[in-house]
């Protein structure tokens, strides 16, 4: 009997696509129904400010919880290895995804509803945050030397397919009568999950385990406790990586979740206005993510990521004052442009950038304390932080602009600091490591 022959990495990062696309769905209907839907069903005994507020601090919880789920996959990612953990953390999340949409509403089982709400929250942050350090690696760790860019970019193609996906079912519900939406039409867009959970697992399988990580155990080199050698080894580039992650949380968020609910609450405009430049700028972010990576596999990780930083920190005010415009052209471009080319620039690169700092013993540990521990603040906070300076603002963005432009200079000062990963061998990383040890 023949040994199976390994996929190629075309197919592997295809795979690695369509598992975080499902998952990433998975949690963005949550933020699409907490600035659309939640308030109104689930915290009905609060006034329509503090309503809202509650909601997206249940948001919020998805993200407090993401950590656990990155260091717990993380650690068994790195000591069995990356494929079992994949297909766990899509199991995870389809069934707290699927169980939101039979949820009662506060007005059937009272406080019960929000209990219950907050709970499968945190289930589908713990799976979402396992997913993402796996499906990168499974990705880069596949992929050819000269276009770890271009690969491991379709694992973060997941993140706007997921938008756009979440985004247009909700466009399509909101075509239903009011009524009909808030008692039954939203609901279909958490069902779907169960059939694209079927998925997902399907072409998971079909997916070995990655080389890089094969070679490690191969070699025993193994690490016992993934996040005590990181601590050790790559404490500076850890923080540093975290620095860089923090514009591309807030920019991702702030676009397609707070001013979601902005658009439609506070500047009381059809919720389409907004929804309709989020599904277009996710599209944008998903042709113009492989592009970025692609450009870093030529010109370096650092050079594309910068740009688009230094995009999204000149591109602060003009955001605000398109939106404060409040026609459906200005939201529209504002809304696309920062969800699909601010954005679509800044995390192009980061898959690649962000694996090739660090030794493959500890990675997936890595990627998912990087990404989920900065996540709760630069993406899970930012509605919270953009509702409370906006009040400040006494309904302006202009607060909200200025955070915009200090978050991005730490994100440019952080990357400063980092070196230049184009061309670093993943195998010399690890044997340097271990020579050292």
């Known amino acids: 009997m023949t040994d199976k022959p390994p996929p190629s990495p075309r197919k592997v990062a295809i795979a690695a696509c369509v598992g975080a696309t499902i998952e990433w769905y998975d949690f963005f209907l949550y933020g699409t129904a907490a600035g659309l839907v939640f308030n109104k069903l689930f915290f009905t005994g609060l006034s329509g400010s503090a309503a809202t507020f509650a909601s997206f601090a249940t948001f919020a919880v998805g993200f407090l919880a993401r950590p656990i789920g990155g260091l717990v996959f993380g ?53 979402v945050g396992g997913e993402y350090g796996g499906a990168v690696l499974l990705a880069v760790e596949y992929a050819p030397p000269g276009r770890r860019g271009f690969f491991g970019s379709f694992a973060h193609i997941g993140v706007p397919g997921g938008l756009f996906l979440a985004s247009a079912a909700f466009s399509l519900a909101s075509l239903l009568p009011e009524d009909a939406f808030l008692a039954w039409g939203w609901r279909i867009c958490f069902l779907v999950s169960a059939g694209l959970l079927a998925i997902g697992a399907y072409i998971r399988l079909s997916v070995m385990e990655t080389p890089a990580f094969a070679k490690v155990r191969e070699r025993k080199e193994v690490s016992s406790v993934p996040l005590v050698d990181l601590l ?38 059809p919720r389409s206005y907004a929804l309709n430049g989020i599904v277009v700028g996710a599209l944008i972010g998903v042709a113009l993510i492989p592009i970025a990576g692609a450009l870093s596999d030529r010109v370096g990780r650092k050079p594309v990521y910068r740009a688009g930083t230094w995009a999204a920190l000149l591109f602060a005010f003009p955001a605000a004052a398109l939106v404060q415009h409040g026609t459906s052209v200005t939201v529209f471009i504002a809304l696309a442009v920062g969800i699909g ?38 993406s899970g906070l930012t509605p919270l932080i953009a509702a409370w300076l906006v009040s400040l603002g006494g309904g302006d963005l202009w607060w909200l602009a200025t955070y915009n432009v200090l978050i991005a200079i730490v994100s440019l000062l ?24």
């Open 232 to 269: 050790k080894e790559h404490p500076r580039s850890l923080l540093l990586g975290m620095g860089t992650r923090y514009i591309e949380g807030f920019t991702f968020n702030l676009f397609s979740v707070y001013l979601l609910s902005y658009v439609a609450n506070d500047l009381k405009l």
């Open 75 to 127: 650690h068994f990612g790195d000591r069995i290895g990356r494929k079992q953990m994949l297909l766990l953390t899509l199991v995870i999340m389809g069934v707290g995804t699927t169980l939101i949409g039979l949820l009662p509403t506060y007005d059937s089982i009272g406080v019960w509803a929000p209990i219950l709400l907050v709970v499968l929250r945190i289930l589908q942050g713990i799976g």
């Open 341 to 378: 080319v601010l954005d679509g620039v800044i995390y192009g690169p980061l898959a690649a950038f962000w694996a090739e700092l660090f030794s493959t013993r500890v990675r997936y540990t890595t990627l998912g304390a990087l990404y989920q521990i900065s996540g709760i603040v630069a």
């Open 414 to 437: 952080s990357a400063r600091a980092l070196p230049e990963t184009l061309g670093r061998s993943l195998d010399s990383t690890d044997r340097t490591l271990a020579t050292r040890s």
